[in-house]
């Protein structure tokens, strides 16, 4: 048996999604985009 750590009451699984869809996607004034951060990731790599 697995022990519960939280104590925070449970929440609805629609009412948490419903909170993650209304997140800004990016910060319009955030330089650091959410393509350089796939770039980071994932750097192109070329294969000759």
Not at 3 to 9: A, D, E, R
Request: glycine share 2%; charged share 25%; net charge negative.
């Amino acid at each position: 048996m697995i022990p519960k750590l939280s104590h925070s009451p449970k929440r609805n699984p629609a009412d948490i999604l419903e909170e993650i869809a209304a997140l800004p996607l990016e910060n319009n004034k955030d330089i650091f985009s959410g393509r350089d951060h796939d770039q980071v990731l994932y750097p192109q790599q070329n294969f000759l």
